[in-house]
């Protein structure tokens, strides 16, 4: 989760999403936090949708209500975290708010935090800066073998991978993930002034129900890929 993005219509899209899933679920949400602050605030045109209420609030109003009033208390950073947990717009979820560590010897004793902390979670959300894991695996990333730690029969997991420009994005997502296993996968791209895609890995026939009726309510926002 990057501090710049705080706020921004791509936080209202992740908040509605999981609130639309975790329906008779317990959620589980792992921030990914590096502690590292953004060189520039993010354009102004990605908290545009603060003053179209008339347009976006319908979609998730106490989420943009809360949203709203977050942002306006100039609540930032860590903070901004803690009052989004405290406000109860994802019930009663579980939260990992510790910071992924820069050192790559202390990524598995942080990776087994993760693990526990949303043991009683039968959904998990996965929340890096970056997405997953590549050529290389940084702060930014969510560890391929972190995915695999979490895989159970009875749990779904989402994850986030902001659009880098690579060609085929959707295929490489897909291919990481088939190769430790994951094969019921669907990818949903979001096209709200950036895009990103969120992957399900594991899902079930009722998950997948309540996918595709957001999108139905998203509309042109978004599109469904089954790789």
């Excluded at 949303?118 to 894991?133: S, Y």
Aim: with cysteine.
């Amino acid at each position: 989760m990057q501090e710049r993005r705080f706020g921004g219509v791509g936080e209202l899209v992740k908040l509605a999403f999981l609130r639309h899933l975790q329906e008779d679920r317990r959620l589980g949400v792992c921030w990914y936090l590096t502690g590292q602050r953004a060189k520039r605030p993010l354009p102004e045109k990605h908290f545009a949708y603060l003053k179209r209420s008339d347009e976006f609030r319908n979609l998730a109003p106490e989420i943009f209500d809360t949203l709203k009033s977050i942002i306006e208390s100039s609540t930032v950073g860590s903070s901004y975290v803690a009052a989004l947990e405290a406000s109860g717009v994802l019930k009663d979820a579980l939260f990992h708010r510790e910071q992924v560590p820069r050192r790559f010897i202390l990524r598995e004793g942080w990776s087994t935090s993760l693990v526990d902390s949303v043991a009683k979670a039968n959904l998990v959300f996965l929340d890096p800066d970056n997405g997953i894991q590549g050529k290389r695996l940084t702060p930014k990333h969510v560890a391929l073998g972190e995915i695999t730690a979490l895989r159970r029969p009875d749990r779904a997991l989402v994850t986030v991978q902001h659009q880098s420009g690579r060609k085929l994005e959707a295929r490489f997502i897909a291919e990481q993930l088939q190769s430790i296993g994951c094969e019921r996968l669907e990818l949903i791209r979001f096209r709200l002034v950036s895009s990103q895609f969120y992957v399900i890995i594991d899902y079930d026939d009722a998950l997948d129900e309540r996918i595709l009726s957001f999108a139905q309510k998203w509309g042109n926002w978004v599109k469904i890929y089954y790789p």
